[in-house]
């Protein structure tokens, strides 16, 4: 039989190499997929704000409109 190596706190080496790779797998997998949640989120937040947003509004509440005056009509005013 295999002789379980120990080191001072009475973990084995097996419980140790298995930390290690489970901690680096979870970091790599993090890296991808962290991303790709964090632009595909932001994205669903961002249109559902929109449409909160544009359902407040009335057609009708532009603001107020600056029209140009034509060339005539200020001839007309100078005169």
Not at 24 to 35: H, K, N, Q, Y
Not at 41 to 59: L, Q, Y
């Amino acid at each position: 039989m295999a002789k379980k190596i120990e080191n001072k706190k009475g973990c084995t080496v097996k419980n140790t190499l298995g930390y290690v790779i489970g901690s680096v797998a979870l970091c790599a997998a993090g890296f991808l997929a962290i991303p790709k949640a964090l632009l595909y989120i932001s994205g669903k937040i961002n249109k559902s704000m929109v449409k909160k947003s544009n359902a407040k509004k009335a057609d009708d509440d532009w603001g107020p409109v600056i029209e140009r005056k034509s060339p005539e009509e200020h001839n007309e005013g100078d005169q």
